[in-house]
């Protein structure tokens, strides 16, 4: 059993599975749903905020119906060193959804949605500037942004 | 289902904060509490909101190993259905992109230590090769979509 995440309860963990599914649960819903009060299940969130452990809520949307049909999955083999001046550049662009650092030869991994080819054409020049791109389009996502439970954790008995 | 400037500034501020109440929302984009949540119902009907979530830090959950995958086929051994069914039951690969081209799948895993994330790899070392990237740090996570994206030009650079 992993140990790190001893400061979150199984009511906490509930919670967290009620809101990532449903981030906009009203308190009296969330509560009846985990076994607390309203404003204690208010009082649990408000720690779980306050800790870090929740960051945000985000009402997802369908990038397709936004008129985004195409994603693509790009990695930016740049100059590490420049790594100030591409995160600049990149939140600059708003086709460019995810960035993430990585370690290794590619410097980022990015996630983009684009309306149309052109639209990725001129991307992918502009991101040249920094350095070299691998592009692959997304087919589809048989899973995407699962959320995060205790299972998560569990180190998967049925392997050892 | 077009979108005017009033669904466009819904989105933006629930995409930012989807814990805003009606009423709120409502004075934010200049509508009563009942006409924004009309409005709200319709971009959920139309499938334009496909849902509301919170975002978990997975650090603090004792998830400190985040990695991009590629999955690669090498030897002619990839059963597509196969190794979507072995990430459908692998609750540390939190999103499995299906690609064109040379890779085949993209994973993005979260696990406990490199070990972890060791034994999560092998469920895939008998149909492919696996390339990982650990992630240091999300720059930029899920950025919010926003009305001008669409038609958004980048400069290009003279090379």
Same mark, same amino acid.
């Given at each position: 059993?992993?140990?790190?995440?001893?400061?979150?309860? @199984?009511?906490?963990?509930?919670i967290l599975?009620?809101?990532?599914?449903?981030?906009?649960? @009203?308190?009296?819903?969330?509560? =009846?749903?985990?076994?607390?009060? @309203?404003?204690a299940?208010?009082e649990?969130?408000?720690?779980?905020?306050?800790?870090?452990?929740?960051t945000?809520y985000r009402?997802?949307?369908?990038?397709e119906? $936004?008129?985004l049909?195409?994603r693509?999955?790009?990695?930016?083999?740049g100059?590490?060193?420049?790594?100030? =001046?591409?995160?600049?550049?990149?939140?600059?662009?708003?086709n460019?959804?995810d960035?993430?650092?990585?370690?290794?030869d590619?410097?980022?991994?990015? $996630?983009?949605?684009?309306a149309?080819?052109?639209?990725?054409?001129?991307?992918?020049?502009?991101?040249?500037?920094?350095?070299e791109?691998?592009?692959t389009?997304?087919?589809?996502?048989?899973?995407?942004n699962?959320p995060?439970?205790?299972?998560?954790?569990s $180190?998967?008995?049925?392997? =050892? | 289902?077009?979108?005017?400037?009033?669904d466009w500034?819904?989105?933006?501020?629930? +995409?930012h904060?989807a814990?805003?109440?009606?009423a709120e929302?409502?004075r934010?984009v200049g509508?009563s509490?009942? /006409?924004?949540?009309?409005r709200?119902?319709?971009?959920?009907d139309?499938?334009?909101?496909e849902?509301?979530h919170? *975002?978990?830090?997975?650090?603090?959950?004792?998830l400190p190993?985040?990695?991009?995958?590629?999955?690669?086929d090498? +030897?002619? *051994?990839?059963?597509?259905? +196969?190794v /979507?069914?072995?990430?459908?039951?692998t609750p540390?690969?939190l999103?499995c992109?299906?690609?064109i081209? +040379?890779?085949?799948?993209?994973?993005?895993?979260?696990?406990?230590?490199?070990?972890?994330?060791?034994?999560?790899l *092998?469920k !895939?070392?008998?149909?492919?090769?696996?390339?990982?990237?650990?992630v240091?740090?999300?720059?930029?996570?899920?950025?919010?979509?926003?009305?001008?994206?669409?038609? !958004?030009?980048?400069e290009?650079?003279e090379?």
């Amino acid at each position: 059993v992993n140990t790190l995440n001893s400061n979150l309860d @199984s009511t906490d963990w509930k919670i967290l599975a009620e809101l990532q599914e449903d981030g906009r649960l @009203s308190y009296t819903e969330l509560g =009846r749903r985990v076994g607390l009060s @309203s404003p204690a299940a208010q009082e649990r969130v408000r720690k779980l905020e306050d800790a870090g452990i929740i960051t945000g809520y985000r009402a997802t949307v369908d990038y397709e119906r $936004l008129g985004l049909p195409i994603r693509a999955s790009i990695r930016l083999d740049g100059n590490c060193r420049e790594v100030d =001046r591409m995160l600049e550049g990149l939140r600059e662009m708003p086709n460019v959804i995810d960035v993430y650092k990585v370690l290794g030869d590619d410097c980022f991994r990015l $996630l983009v949605a684009v309306a149309s080819p052109e639209q990725l054409h001129s991307l992918l020049k502009s991101l040249s500037i920094y350095g070299e791109t691998s592009t692959t389009v997304i087919i589809k996502a048989p899973i995407e942004n699962r959320p995060i439970t205790p299972e998560t954790l569990s $180190l998967m008995k049925e392997q =050892r | 289902m077009p979108l005017d400037t009033t669904d466009w500034k819904i989105l933006t501020e629930l +995409q930012h904060d989807a814990r805003l109440s009606f009423a709120e929302l409502g004075r934010r984009v200049g509508l009563s509490s009942p /006409a924004v949540q009309e409005r709200v119902r319709r971009l959920e009907d139309a499938g334009v909101i496909e849902g509301y979530h919170v *975002k978990v830090n997975a650090k603090k959950v004792g998830l400190p190993i985040m990695s991009w995958t590629r999955l690669v086929d090498l +030897q002619g *051994k990839y059963n597509i259905e +196969q190794v /979507a069914e072995i990430a459908k039951t692998t609750p540390e690969i939190l999103s499995c992109y299906h690609l064109i081209g +040379q890779d085949e799948y993209l994973l993005h895993i979260v696990a406990t230590s490199v070990e972890h994330l060791e034994l999560i790899l *092998k469920k !895939f070392t008998e149909y492919c090769q696996s390339i990982s990237s650990i992630v240091i740090k999300a720059s930029v996570n899920n950025r919010p979509i926003e009305p001008e994206i669409t038609q !958004f030009t980048y400069e290009e650079e003279e090379s």
